[in-house]
Each structure stands twice: as structure tokens, then as C-alpha cells.
């Protein structure tokens, strides 16, 4: 008897359990279709993402060092200054264009910095997912750490905060080379609005 | 000691300038709110509830929304549920497309053929959405989740609600998953949560203000995963249903109020 309510608790167990993010994914490969440039290839998780849906976004100290060590070496640093122009930089933190099934492939896309982040004091209108960048540049000046660090951080949140909400803008071939660069700008350059 | 004075009144003067913008939001919500456009809605989709249509040309008034053949009153509040003729479970949307199929004799294709309207023209899905809505007003959202298909379809939602996908690795709770956050100036409900998911589930579909359109839950989730940067999620799908389903079910208990107005 005892064996019998072991066994169909076992049994009940899989129907009542919650999806794993494997079963969810299969669901999805059936519900969507492609549209545009986004590809059913999109709705397959990779690792980094697999674990942060997994663990609710808290991965154990030692997988998310993993993680992010994976995700540094994605990042690709192009050669000499990594500064920009703050002007066009401007305008890409403006942009929420982008990748999305009726944004026509080719065409410039934007970094939605303002949708998460404050950063010049003349946008009020910017969105608070993610810290303030108010004046981000005043104390850390424009050496090439610095620079290596915004460039890398905005090429790949993830090398530095495995589950963080920021989008990988450079590994997803979002923004290129050259629009990295004036973000930096934007965030460094002393006569960027966001150091007034 | 100036340039500080002039700074302060610049401060000053910006903050004023950010609260003179959230009341004359606020006051421009009211008014909507005291006569909305969608009441002109629920009248048209009212005639198109009663309208014959389709080879068979029959209207949907023999349409059973979880309530009995032709019983709107309440038939909102209590979806999405399980249906034994579909065998899945529906959302308002999902049912509607039935019906307009195995009732008016139309194929599946004429019946999707316009899902989402434009400024001067909502489709017809849009408007039979806000008239049959309008007849739950009052009642307490309770969908279906004694059902062993409910509760899967439940179980399904708030595990997409937490699913890292597409090209910018975003979740619904990447957005929705915090207290007290925007983008831009728009407030992100944490709709995982009880106390914020029932004002907003209780005030769908609804009349959008920004883009004077109606829209429907099946939109929102549309898109929601737009914007996600994912691909574009079947209509009516067992993936956007089960997210309506989570959220309808977490708001479960408060009165509908809708369909209102969204911004």
C-alpha cells in the first residue's frame, strides 16, 4: 500500500511539475514563426540563459564566474582609442531600434540606453531598470581601463554580471564597432552632457 | 556663489517642470476616464456579436464562451478555461476564432486574416473583444484552474513569464520583475504579483489613448515579444494563452473594470 502511494506520487510528480525551461523551449519552437529578421533560431537558449532562467537569475558564485569568463572572451576590442563621438553616442542612447521583426535588417540600430538608464540631465524622460550613468564620467576620467571596461561592459553586460537585464549589444551584432565607441564617448568625454 | 543659484533654480526649475508633466498626464487620464471611447466600441462589436456572417451565414450569439451557447454575462471574467469540445484551453481571442470556424463555417485564415487594427479601424476580433468584456463588469476574474489542462496551462505561463530568450536574453520579469521600475516614463507592473497584476488584468482589453487603437491581451503579448526580439508568437497559441492565464489567474478575484483606457 505504501509502495502503491510512493509510486503514484511518482508518477503524478512529472504531469504536476512546472515546465523546465527544455519543455518551455520546445513549446515555443512550436508557437512562433519567423517574422523578418527574427529567425526561429532566437527562441533556442544558449547556456548563459539557459542558467539564468534556471536559477531565477542567482547562479551559484562559481557558475556565474564561469559564465562570465565564457562571455569575456566574446568581446572583440578594436585597435587604438575606444572613444568616440559623444554627439552621435547621443543619439544612439536615444534609439530603441533594433532587431525586432519589423525593424528592415540593415538599417542603423540604437543602443535603448534611455529606456533603462539616466544619463544626459536634459532627458527626463529615461527609465530606471537599470543604475543612473548621471555624471559617470567625472569621477573615473577617460584612461584606457576605463575605457576597455565601458567598451567591454556595453559589448557584453554578461562578462561582468552573468544574469544581468542588459542586452549583450555587441555579441548580439545589435551595435557595431564604431556606435560602441560613441557611447563611450558619451559616458567619458568631459564635454558629454551626461559630465555636466 | 551665482553659478550655485542658478544651479539650484535649474534644478529646480527641471523637477517643477517633470511634475507639471505627470499631473497634466494625470489630468488627461481622467478625462478619458470619465467618458471613453471605448463604450462607441462595445456598440459595434455588439453589432458584429449579432452580425450573420461566414458561408454559413450565421451570427455568433450560439457562441459558448465557457458560460453556456450565447451567455456573455460573466463569459470574460472567467477565461481563459478549458473547453472538452477543443480539448485546450482558451482565451477570449482563441474561442472567438473558434466560434467564427465551426459556427460561421469561415476558414481559419479569413478568420485571423486582421487581428490587429489601426487608428480609424479596429478589426473585428478588437471589437467583439470589448463588447463581450463590457459584459463582465463588475465580476470577479476567475479563470478556469481546477481542469488538469487549467492547471498545466498556468504552470506554463509563469514559467514563460521567466524564460531568458531571443536576441536581447529578456524575460517578461526582465521588465516586469521588479517593484518601482520604468522605461522610460512608463511604470513596469510586477505582474507576477497579486496586488499590481489585478488593476491592470481587471482594465483589459482597452482603448490606447497614445495611438487611439484598441487593443487586446493577444496584442499585448505580441508585442511584448516584439520588443523581446524574439520571433512572432502564433495567435491564440497555447504560449500566449498560458501567459494570459498566469496573469488572469494571479489577478484572480478583482472586480473588472474595463474596458479601459491604457495611455
Request: with cysteine; charged share 25%; hydrophobic share 35%.
Amino acid at each position: 500500500m505504501r509502495r502503491l502511494a510512493l509510486l503514484s506520487a511518482v508518477l503524478a510528480f512529472p504531469a504536476m511539475a512546472d515546465p523546465t525551461p527544455a519543455d518551455v523551449q520546445g513549446i515555443m519552437q512550436r508557437d512562433f514563426h519567423p517574422r523578418g529578421q527574427a529567425t526561429m533560431d532566437r527562441v533556442v537558449q544558449d547556456g548563459l540563459q539557459r542558467v539564468c532562467t534556471e536559477t531565477r537569475d542567482r547562479p551559484p558564485a562559481d557558475v556565474a564566474k564561469a559564465l562570465e569568463a565564457d562571455q569575456l572572451k566574446t568581446i572583440v576590442y578594436p585597435e587604438g582609442s575606444l572613444m568616440g563621438d559623444w554627439k552621435r553616442g547621443e543619439a544612439i542612447a536615444q534609439s530603441g531600434r533594433g532587431l525586432t521583426w519589423n525593424d528592415k535588417p540593415g538599417d542603423p540600430a540604437g543602443g535603448s540606453c534611455y529606456n533603462c538608464h539616466e544619463l544626459s540631465p536634459k532627458e527626463l524622460s529615461h527609465g530606471t531598470i537599470g543604475p543612473s550613468l548621471r555624471g559617470f564620467g567625472k569621477t573615473r576620467g577617460t584612461g584606457p581601463e576605463v575605457q576597455r571596461y565601458v567598451y567591454g561592459k556595453i559589448y557584453n553586460a554578461k562578462a561582468y554580471n552573468a544574469c544581468s537585464q542588459m542586452p549583450r549589444l555587441g555579441a548580439s551584432g545589435t551595435l557595431t564597432a564604431a556606435q560602441i565607441k560613441d557611447l563611450v564617448a558619451l559616458l567619458l568625454d568631459p564635454a558629454s552632457p551626461v559630465n555636466e | 556663489m551665482k553659478a550655485l543659484a542658478f544651479g539650484a533654480a535649474l534644478a529646480l526649475s527641471c523637477a517643477a517642470y517633470g511634475q507639471d508633466v505627470a499631473k497634466e498626464i494625470q489630468r488627461y487620464r481622467q478625462m478619458v476616464a470619465e467618458g471613453s471611447p471605448a463604450e462607441l466600441f462595445e456598440l459595434e462589436g455588439e453589432e458584429l456579436w449579432k452580425k450573420p456572417q461566414g458561408p454559413k451565414s450565421v451570427s455568433l450569439q450560439r457562441c459558448d464562451l465557457g458560460e453556456g451557447p450565447g451567455v456573455l454575462k460573466a463569459a470574460y471574467a472567467h477565461l481563459p478555461r478549458y473547453f472538452k469540445d477543443a480539448d485546450r484551453v482558451m482565451d477570449l481571442e482563441a474561442r472567438l476564432v473558434h466560434c467564427m470556424v465551426t459556427q460561421q463555417g469561415r476558414s481559419r485564415e479569413d478568420a485571423i486574416a486582421r487581428l490587429f487594427g489601426t487608428a480609424d479601424r479596429p478589426s473585428e476580433l478588437e471589437l467583439l473583444s470589448i463588447y463581450i468584456a463590457g459584459q463582465s463588469r463588475g465580476v470577479r476574474l476567475e479563470p478556469g484552474m481546477s481542469h488538469p489542462k487549467e492547471k498545466a496551462s498556468y504552470e506554463l505561463g509563469r514559467a514563460l513569464y521567466f524564460h531568458r530568450v531571443g536576441a536581447w536574453d529578456f524575460a517578461c520579469a526582465s521588465c516586469h520583475g521588479d517593484e518601482g521600475k520604468r522605461i522610460r516614463m512608463q511604470e513596469l507592473p510586477v505582474l507576477y504579483k497579486p496586488q499590481y497584476a489585478r488593476p491592470v488584468m481587471a482594465s483589459w482589453p482597452a482603448y490606447r489613448i497614445s495611438t487611439s487603437q484598441v487593443i487586446t491581451l493577444q496584442w499585448r503579448m505580441n508585442d511584448c515579444y516584439r520588443q523581446m526580439r524574439t520571433p512572432e508568437p502564433d495567435f491564440g497559441s497555447e504560449t500566449t494563452v498560458a501567459l494570459i492565464h498566469f496573469l488572469n489567474a494571479t489577478a484572480h478575484g478583482a472586480p473588472y473594470q474595463g474596458p479601459g483606457n491604457k495611455r
